[in-house]
């Protein structure tokens, strides 16, 4: 940064700067240094970049305070990176509450499946009913809300099109939002989500399709990041989620699958086969396969609020991860079957409930760990020099209240890319 230019922005006199960069930590407690809490921090922003962290006396006799800067006093305050949700479906039209609420009072999956405007069909019915603008809409709204929790970069997935143009409709909308939204933005092709209805009984027809016709078109318009298969039983087989996956490295879209979510499929194994990039919800994965997993570099995501939202007791065998050595990540999986929450700090909550995480492994994996899984570390997760001004404020005194503070949105200020999305 130029000396003679003040910064944009500052906040100063933070009770408790968590960083996730170990060299700044000044907490004593062994438990908090992996945070890199700082006392006192601030943080100055120029440019939409972070140009200087540390103490508050320290940042604030080192950059140059303008009458334009916009100064935030957050005594009495927690600050952090901004979330990151390493895996949405943001792009959707219709809700599916009914099933929702029939899966509360203990109906039979296969019932439900059998009632009208339920399951994943419901919803690519309405999505390629819906209009561009239709759709670009309703996605505003739910970017609204993950925004209003914290979130600051997100991965968003297609995979309600399920044909060639209908992806591109999708994945248009996230190339658009990218370009005029303050939020940074991943996206994905899951064309390997379901067999779409028109190619019942003929799978390897669609398996075709999408690697012969989808996943060239979208790479060539270079519309996505990653490229996704559900393998699971009724889904996709491990042998076509390979050939989908290794046909997309192939177009230079890296990576993803969705493993072991209601069976154990060996997706974890085909994850490490593959080296996909993450390997996400891992439920019923096997002791072999994540260690696989580790031993390939794969990132875990565990995405508690879907057992939550099925009314299921089983939720990614965390400890199990952990003893391993295994790097994970969180995150909501917004969708509008099985996760309608926009809300990473309720995920850090039911991380801590119900998978046991430590509330520090739990942060970590909402940042750092996540922004890994979706290939963005090198810009956000941390609050460091150089890396985008991507920070919440927390109306909270200590860390330890995010996840006991349930339902509550203390998120006071999100900032984007140095600017401010919400509160001020």
Known sequence: MDASQSVDLLIYNI???????????????????????????????????IVKVGKSDEVTSSVKIGKNTYQIDASKKVVLPGFVDPHTHLVFAGTREKEFLLRQQGVPESKIMKEENTGIISTVRWTRKATYEELLEETKKHLTSIADWGTTTVEVKSGYGLNLEEEIKMLKIVKDLKEHTLI????????????????????????????????????????????????????????????????????????????????????????????????????????????????????????????????????????????????????TDFNPGTSFCPSMPFVITLAVTKLKMSVEDAIIASTINAAKAIDMDKEVGTIEEGKRANINILSIHHYEEIPYRIAENYVETVISNGEIVKGG
Request: aromatic content about 6%; hydrophobic content about 40%; charged content about 30%.
């Open 184 to 331: 940074n933005f991943k996206s994905t092709l899951l064309a390997a989500h379901i067999i779409p209805p028109e190619y019942n009984m003929r799978d390897e027809k669609y398996v075709d399709l999408v690697v012969e016709d989808i996943i060239p078109i979208i790479a060539k318009n270079d519309l996505a990041n990653f490229n996704d298969v559900w393998c699971e039983k009724g889904k996709f087989t491990r042998e076509q989620a390979k050939r989908i996956l290794h046909v997309g490295k192939k177009f230079g879209l890296k990576p993803k699958i969705h493993a072991d979510e209601l069976s154990n499929c060996g997706g974890a194994e085909v994850a490490a086969e593959v080296s996909t990039i993450s390997a996400d919800h891992l439920i019923y994965a096997s002791e072999e396969g994540l260690k696989k997993m580790k031993e390939a570099g794969v990132i875990g995501v565990l995405l508690p609020t879907v057992s939550f939202s099925l009314g299921k007791e089983d939720y990614a065998p965390y400890s199990k991860m952990k003893e391993i050595g295994l790097t994970v990540a969180l995150g």
């Open 15 to 49: 009770k408790e700067l968590l960083t996730l960069v170990d060299g700044y930590t000044t907490s004593a407690k062994d438990n908090e240094k992996k945070l890199g809490i700082i006392e006192d921090g601030a943080v100055a922003i120029k440019n939409g970049r």
